[in-house]
């Protein structure tokens, strides 16, 4: 009877031991997983921040050369001014000299109307005459000369206001009147969206957007993100009904009214992914990341966002990260349910928001 006992103890060991064992291979598996997770995750961090510094190299160099040509034409201006007032300087002394032939010719005319020999005096009248002529010509010059010096310094100080109405519209994020765009590709999930048009276009950092179908605004815009040619812009919180998403195609003008940031409101827990069925298909991923499905219960929607963008229109957001906690914006650990008698158990999500494990 004793043996008996003992076999039945040893077989139940001996299945606990092997059922212990194939957890730990499900868990260096999931391990594993996460590790590769990890990397990936890491490796667009890395790609999206260097992009970002080369935009805003791009930036600086051209707000450098704005600020160059600004400088170089307000030096012209002012050469142009000084050449201006030597110009209407010399304008003066040429009436001046034209005055004072006139004044000759007439005390010359007095003369001959007092002289006897006519033939001499008429020649020196001709004389007189055609400086005369020279004179007005070299006036007549002068006074189109002036003319046309004005009319450059009109348009260097108009083109100086220009620059410097494009430097101040840069500086505040404040894009053309006129600006049209399209979405290129919207990820109404994730609340941003992807644009047509970047800053060779007249798009700026921060500029406020709105998306039109119609004649109909149905959502607001501020881009985050500026490259050459396209533009990242993260919708506006509550500036769009519920039931309405922004689709590629849809059309993006100047805001007509500058965004104002939304009310802070308390932040919610994110909900309990459901747990996966052994054996269900795996539900295709929305992460445009390329965050991995495999079944796994999504990860929290703060921390899936590489770029950080606000959740869509409509929706609450995601809770903040604790104090202290991951510089990756991991998700917290969920509420404790309501009745619960004992305190919720240290949170053991990744850091770098991988799915978690199968239970």
């Not at 108009?158 to 404040?174: H, N, P, T």
């Not at 993260?234 to 104002?260: F, N, Y």
Request: proline share 9%; aromatic share 4%; with cysteine.
């Amino acid at each position: 009877m004793a043996w008996k006992i003992l076999s039945a103890l040893a077989a139940v060991c001996l299945a606990g031991s092997a059922f212990f064992a194939w957890k730990n291979q499900e868990r260096l598996k999931n391990e594993r997983a996460r590790e590769e997770y990890t990397k990936k995750n890491l490796t667009s961090v890395q790609e999206h921040k260097k992009a970002a510094d080369e935009a805003k190299t791009k930036h600086t160099t051209a707000l450098a050369e704005a600020n160059k040509e600004l400088e170089k034409a307000k030096a012209d201006a002012t050469d142009l001014a000084t050449k201006v007032q030597e110009k209407e300087q010399e304008l003066a002394q040429a009436k001046t000299n034209l005055e004072g032939v006139s004044k000759v010719v007439k005390e010359l005319q007095a003369k001959i109307d007092e002289a006897g020999d006519i033939k001499k005096l008429m020649a020196t009248i001709k004389d007189l005459e055609a400086k005369k002529k020279e004179a007005e010509g070299a006036l007549a010059n002068q006074n189109q000369r002036f003319a046309s010096a004005q009319e450059t310094v009109k348009n260097l100080t108009d083109s100086v206001k220009a620059a410097e109405e494009r430097e101040a519209r840069g500086r505040k994020g404040i894009v053309e009147p006129d600006f049209t765009a399209k979405v290129a590709q919207p990820f109404n999930e994730w609340g941003f969206v992807v644009l047509s048009k970047g800053n060779g276009a007249g798009v700026f950092a921060n500029a406020d957007l709105e998306v039109k179908r119609g004649q109909d605004v149905i959502g607001k815009l501020k881009v985050r993100n500026v490259e050459q040619a396209t533009s990242v812009a993260d919708i506006v919180p509550g500036s769009m009904a519920k039931d309405q998403v922004i689709r590629s195609g849809d059309l993006v003008v100047a805001a007509a009214v500058p965004v104002k940031a939304p009310a802070t409101t308390a932040p919610t827990a994110p909900p309990t992914a459901p747990a996966a069925t052994p054996g269900a298909p795996a539900a295709p991923s929305s992460d445009p990341f390329g965050a991995p499905a495999g079944g796994m219960a999504p990860a929290a929607p703060a921390a899936s966002d590489p770029f950080g963008a606000a959740p869509a229109g409509g929706m609450a957001p995601a809770a903040p990260a604790a104090p202290a906690s991951d510089p990756f914006g991991a998700a917290p650990a969920p509420a404790p349910a309501a009745g619960a008698g004992t305190p919720a158990s240290p949170s053991t999500a990744d850091p770098f928001g991988a799915p978690p494990a199968k239970p």
